[in-house]
T-cell receptor
Framework: GQNIDQPTEMTATEGAIVQINCTYQTSGFNGLFWYQQHAGEAPTFLSY??LDGLEEKGRFSSFLSRSKGYSYLLLKELQMKDSASYLCAVRDRDYQLIWGAGTKLIIKP | IAGITQAPTSQILAAGRRMTLRCTQD?????MYWYRQDLGLGLRLIHYSNTAGTTGKGEVPDGYSVSRANTDDFPLTLASAVPSQTSVYFCASSEGTGGSGANVLTFGAGSRLTVL
């Protein structure tokens, strides 16, 4: 079966750096996505990786290793507004998105 | 404001009743999707439509139906609601469905449905 694993919950301090990991086992691979979802709101797109390596976008970076079935989302200079759930999703060989259950990130002052 | 509009925002429904969740987008996206989101689980695809006039079944289609008469609208119908259909439902759209490019999903604000 297809599976996306990410930690259920993480806690970090304002101003710090946090890394949210995602491992996947899917039938084929056509890209990996990270979405942010604030409580009670819709998911919004953060990043897309299709090739190995690091993609940087402001305070957020996303890394992919296809050979290891692994990705991480790195958030720098954490702000209180970064408190949210972070969803990892992989597009399989049929271009269907497989979603992880999400990681709830709690930021403390 | 461009995006996706879902209605209703929230609804409490008696088991056995019929319910239609509405979804309209104004981005002229080809593909549209319905997901349900339950605590502790990832988003699960119910039905999708790659283009107007076509629909397909996702991971959890039983008890749900959809139609795509035009590009903008993609309603989801529960013919006879059951308590296990209590969930938050998200409609989403993307410009395309695969091939090159990210084809990022844009989500509506969600419809919270409670079936008693």
């Amino acid at each position: 079966g297809q599976n996306i694993d990410q930690p259920t919950e993480m806690t970090a301090t304002e101003g710090a750096i946090v890394q949210i990991n995602c491992t996947y086992q899917t039938s084929g691979f056509n890209g990996l996505f990270w979405y942010q979802q604030h409580a009670g709101e819709a998911p919004t797109f953060l990043s897309y990786n299709v090739l190995d390596g690091l993609e940087e976008k402001g305070r957020f970076s996303s890394f992919l290793s296809r050979s290891k079935g692994y990705s991480y989302l790195l958030l720098k200079e954490l702000q209180m507004k970064d408190s949210a759930s972070y969803l990892c999703a992989v597009r399989d060989r049929d271009y269907q998105l497989i979603w992880g259950a999400g990681t709830k990130l709690i930021i403390k002052p | 404001i461009a995006g996706i509009t879902q209605a209703p925002t929230s609804q409490i429904l008696a088991a056995g009743r019929r319910m239609t969740l509405r979804c309209t987008q104004d981005m002229r996206h080809n593909a549209m999707y319905w997901y349900r989101q339950d605590l502790g689980l990832g988003l699960r695809l119910i039905h999708y439509s790659n283009t107007a006039g076509t629909t397909g079944k996702g991971e959890v289609p039983d008890g749900y139906s959809v139609s795509r008469a035009n590009t903008d609208d993609f309603p989801l119908t529960l013919a006879s609601a059951v308590p296990s259909q209590t969930s938050v439902y998200f409609c989403a759209s993307s410009e395309g469905t695969g091939g090159s490019g990210a084809n990022v999903l844009t989500f509506g604000a969600g419809s919270r449905l409670t079936v008693l």
